[in-house]
């Protein structure tokens, strides 16, 4: 069974800088895509960032230029860097990963951005 694991959520100040990595428990090649997705109390599950098989980025246009998705095959770990953090980016982040139709999440990782 695939698991995933997220790490590196915290409370950093507005301005502020945050890695977060997802452990996968396979070959994340074996994966059509992984990507960080997050969840505002109140508000729906949304997506951060994607990455496919091939590299391929995608990135919701409010983290566009301040977050950068990434991969280290060898570790089997997608991380998530976070510049110039705000407010609005206060959430639960979670590692997803596919394969064709069949979506495994991690548990989250808290992320507070506040003065």
């Known amino acids: 069974q695939v698991q995933l694991v997220e790490s590196g959520g915290g409370l950093v100040q507005p301005g502020g800088s945050l890695r977060l990595s997802c452990a996968a428990s396979?070959?994340?090649?074996?994966?059509?895509?992984m990507g960080w997705y997050r969840q505002a109390p109140g508000k729906e599950r949304e997506l951060v960032a994607t990455i496919n098989v091939g590299g391929k980025t995608n990135y919701a246009d409010s983290v566009k230029g301040r977050f950068t998705i990434s991969r280290d095959g060898g570790k089997k770990t997608v991380y998530l860097q976070m510049n110039s953090l705000k407010p609005e980016d206060t959430a639960v982040y979670y590692c997803n990963a596919r394969i064709l139709s069949r979506n495994t999440w991690g548990q989250g990782t808290q992320v507070t951005v506040s003065s």
């Open positions: 396979i070959n994340i090649f074996e994966f059509n895509d």
